[in-house]
């Protein structure tokens, strides 16, 4: 999985790569794993919610198919913690359908390109002081240059954090508004 990161030695690698395929078991030939009555929590975008890259992105815990980036997080009561599958295994282990899952996955899919465009949109503008400002969702978002980066305000609230770029301060107050206004359809995907 993450063997070949280790090292940039190729025999070690290798090695490196059997040992933890003997220690990760996948669940599907895990005893007592349950295969069915599984019950669906939420659908992850391993990209936006984790910020990983494709490099980085999950193997099914069940089948080992790998890559996904569209994670789908079930749990049961014969089984401790919360297990995180591909769209193949949720819709075979839980009640919800296929298109169901499909949906809840498109819901993420359209958030993140919203998210992408939201720094690019035509309706920043720049005050009299030099700070991007912008309605989104009903409040007004200011991204403010300080000596050291970016702060926030969003609405009449300052934000403690400071960002290094103007993008990245941009990107966290599409994940406020979003989270605070989301709509009920995109809280069925979960953790918006
Ligand atoms: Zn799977």
Redesign the pocket.
Known sequence: MAASRIGPAGAISVKLKSESMIQHQLLKSTPGCPRTNWSWLRCIDLKEDEGLDFEDYED?E????EKIRFVHALSHSDWPGVIR??Q??AARMTAVSPAELEEAEAILRNRSQRRQRFPRLKSWRVSAKGNQHIDYLGEHVIVMKRSAGYALKIGRKFGELLYPTDREAMLKAFDVLVRRHGSTRSRRAGRV
């Open positions: 099914c069940y089948c080992g198919q599958v591909g193949v295994c």
